[in-house]
């Protein structure tokens, strides 16, 4: 089945720990973004990618950094530098050729303990 | 920062009542996307508007785009509990390589 595949759905992490959040799609999309959704402030965008090892700084990347070396793949790791890590990620992926709807993963619940 | 606003932030209704939720973005929108968030799930795509003005309906869903392209809204009539979701509407900004979202309608539905 074709589709985004984000793991793991639910992780947790201590405090200091850097953490690196999958996402992997097989729909041969040309862009990969990355959002963080925390209650009451719908998504905000952290990074995106249109082609591989290109990627763009969204609203809030301070404390997040990406790698684009396949099209499949647009790996997020949260970093000791975020303050305030736990949310609900979600990534997502779009043709740009023949359309600009979005696909979305289930999303990664991240927890700091 | 969030160049894309959305109103109201909770709506809640009565089952069989109606339902409006608006968008407004700083800029100008080559098209606006607007997605469905069920409780504990992800976005889902409804519907993309392209044209000044335009209007599409799916069922008893109603979306526009302003003549400006830059506002939006969806429109529910006859809510049902399958209605019950947050709705987020999104525009590409920055010649369509930055897709930002609205902060969401949370929609409950007492039954």
């Known amino acids: 089945d074709g589709g985004i595949t984000q793991s793991p759905k639910y992780l947790f992490r201590k405090e200091g720990q850097n953490v690196t959040l999958s996402c992997e799609q097989n729909?041969?999309?040309?862009?990969m973004y990355w959002y963080r959704q925390d209650p009451g402030q719908g998504l905000r965008l952290i990074y995106y990618?249109?082609?591989?090892?290109?990627?763009q700084k969204g609203d809030i990347a301070e404390g997040y950094s990406v790698s684009r070396e396949k099209k499949e793949s647009f790996p997020l790791t949260v970093t000791s530098a975020q303050k305030n890590p736990t949310a609900f990620y979600l990534c997502?992926?779009?043709?740009?050729?023949?359309?600009?709807?979005?696909?979305f993963g289930q999303g990664t619940r991240l927890t700091v303990v | 920062g969030q160049q894309v606003m959305q109103i109201p932030q909770y709506q809640h209704v009565q089952e069989g009542e109606d339902f409006t939720t608006y968008c407004n973005s700083s800029?100008?929108?080559?098209?606006i996307q607007w997605y469905k968030q069920r409780p504990g799930g992800h976005p889902v795509f409804l519907i993309q508007?392209?044209?000044?003005?335009e209007v599409k309906k799916q069922k008893r869903l109603t979306f526009q785009f302003g003549e400006a392209k830059k506002n939006s809204s969806l429109h529910i009539t006859a809510t049902q509990t399958t209605d019950v979701g947050t709705y987020f509407c999104?525009?590409?900004?920055?010649?369509?390589?930055?897709?930002?979202f609205g902060q969401g309608t949370r929609l409950t539905i007492n039954p």
């Open positions: 729909l041969n999309h040309d862009a």
């Open positions: 997502a992926s779009i043709p740009l050729s023949g359309g600009t709807e979005a696909f």
């Open positions: 800029t100008t929108l080559s098209n």
């Open positions: 999104a525009g590409p900004i920055q010649g369509a390589q930055k897709l930002v």
């Open positions: 990618s249109q082609i591989v090892n290109d990627f």
């Open positions: 508007l392209v044209k000044s003005g």
